[in-house]
């Protein structure tokens, strides 16, 4: 079992830590939250006064930050040279390839070992211990992060060198925001000609609609019990997040003059719907922008 340090308590981060420890890892975590450290403490964890407080003495570091600016501030020289040799750091934040290849580098270069490693399947994977994990980095550091990332996940994919982790992630959220949008706009249709949600539901998901949201992550309030539209989209992934990470697509695409038409459409939609003050909603409320805020009923 590994001496585990955790850095980023939040609603993904505090789950997966509690996972190490169900594991038995022993874990010693840090946020800026002290509600997120008493949680900590009450799964059997540690907690510590800072971040290299906490890793002083870790094998692994784990990181799950807001943005890029986070992760680097984090794993700065004076942070990574404190640490032990051939210390392994997993970020599983999402954020930009650029700033995941740069902290690799620099961790690299002080004997230490890294790889990018964002997650997808939400608050729920990330409690369930379902996650899918998505790796760039080194194979010989992604083999050795692997027996980690199997306490906190069921998927794991290594999707290439340093960074490949955060631009297959970023693929992957465009995708779900364009096909949560376009499943909103088709049950919504439908709606307004009478249909009922469920049964147009059931309909699409046996047929060439088919999709994740569609089948999983339904929009509208009430098909789906734990859904978070069933809960006044409370919980979940919030439309922030999913800006978020669209403009890092979009960032990645202007990158490589890549044209991201439908990405972007997405993008410029979850930004208006979070200035209207959503933001903290799951991204699944994009339905009731499509329909005029306050026409559903939750």
Known sequence: MSNIAFIGLGNMGGPMAANLIRKGHTVTGFDLSETALKVLESAGGQTAGSALDAAKSADVIISMLPSGKHVAE?????????????????????????????????AISKGCKMIDAPVSGGTGGAQAGTLTFIVGGKQEDYEKARPILKCMGQNIFHAGESGAG?????????????????????????????????????????????????????????????????????????????????????????ETKTSTPLGNTALNLYRIWSETGHGKTDFSSILQFLNGKGNIEN
């Open 74 to 106: 984090l794993y700065s020289e004076d942070f990574i040279s404190t640490l032990k040799p051939n210390t392994l750091l997993i970020d599983s934040s999402t954020i930009d390839a650029v700033t995941a290849r740069s902290v690799a580098t620099l």
């Open 166 to 254: 955060q631009v297959a992630k970023i693929c992957n959220n465009m995708l779900l925001a364009i096909h949560m949008i376009g499943t909103s706009e088709a049950i919504n249709l439908g709606v307004k000609h009478g249909l009922d949600p469920k049964i147009l539901s059931e309909i699409m998901q046996k047929s060439s609609g088919k999709n994740w949201s569609l089948e999983v992550y339904n929009p509208y309030p009430g098909v789906m019990e734990n859904a978070p539209a069933s809960r006044a989209y409370s919980g979940g992934f919030a439309v922030d997040l999913m800006a978020k990470d669209l403009g890092l697509a979009a960032e990645a695409g202007l």
